[in-house]
T-cell receptor, first 114, second 111 residues
Framework: DTGVSQNPRHKITKRGQNVTFRCDPISEHNRLYWYRQTLGQGPEFLTYFQNEAQLEKSRLLSDRFSAERPKGSFSTLEIQRTEQGDSAMYLC????????????FGDGTRLSIL | GENVEQHPSTLSVQEGDSAVIKCTYSDSASNYFPWYKQELGKGPQLIIDIRSNVGEKKDQRIAVTLNKTAKHFSLHITETQPEDSAVYFCAVHNAGNMLTFGGGTRLMVKP
């Protein structure tokens, strides 16, 4: 049973650089979510897809952030011109699209901005 | 939007004792309430969930209770073991299909 897979697990980059993270959901799940978690806090919703359609975006998702899910399978989250405040754990989750289904999380990508 | 408050922020118990974590929420339309356990360096792992048409659910040593009228729900862990030590998050699922999380409870089980 393969769960949600995220790559890379860790990313260290200099301020101003662009970074891209990848998420592979559980294969039969057609909903995919991105969350951000800072130290000592609960995860905060960023955006979600149903198949390839991006259906909701949080106000946390500034114009430097873009997410895609081109074929309705894996997703990428890109951050352009990274800032110190972008340092966080970026978590991906997936679920079925039936109402009130559990979201299953990957182990995240930890981003550190130097 | 939804507001989820979680208490306590830290909880220390002796092995074998029970632990209770409480959450309140603001949106009366919310209808699905999962609990997650997060260990260091890992993502949140779903441990139990409850839907609004149910008042209580139990799975071995873990139980969750829901009071929709008062808009609060609780996690109960009995016979705690050192491997239960982790950060626990409550969450609320709303009509927008997103989860809103509480601030987390760091549970420490002392052997």
């Amino acid at each position: 049973d393969t769960g949600v897979s995220q790559n890379p697990r860790h990313k260290i980059t200099k301020r101003g650089q662009n970074v891209t993270f990848r998420c592979d959901p559980i294969s039969e799940h057609n909903r995919l979510y991105w969350y951000r978690q800072t130290l000592g806090q609960g995860p905060e919703f960023l955006t979600y897809f149903q198949n390839e359609a991006q259906l909701e975006k949080s106000r946390l998702l500034s114009d430097r952030f873009s997410a895609e899910r081109p074929k309705g399978s894996f997703s990428t989250l890109e951050i352009q011109r990274t800032e110190q405040g972008d340092s966080a754990m970026y978590l991906c989750a997936s679920s079925l699209s039936i109402s009130n289904q559990p979201q299953h999380f990957g182990d995240g990508t930890r981003l550190s901005i130097l | 939007g939804e507001n989820v408050e979680q208490h306590p922020s830290t909880l220390s118990v002796q092995e074998g004792d029970s632990a209770v974590i409480k959450c309140t929420y603001s949106d009366s339309a919310s209808n699905y309430f999962p609990w997650y356990k997060q260990e260091l360096g890992k993502g949140p792992q779903l441990i139990i969930d409850i839907r609004s048409n149910v008042g209580e659910k139990k799975d071995q040593r873990i139980a969750v209770t829901l009071n929709k009228t008062a808009k609060h729900f609780s996690l109960h862990i009995t016979e705690t073991q050192p491997e239960d030590s982790a950060v626990y998050f409550c969450a609320v699922h709303n009509a927008g299909n997103m989860l809103t999380f509480g601030g987390g409870t760091r549970l420490m089980v002392k052997p």
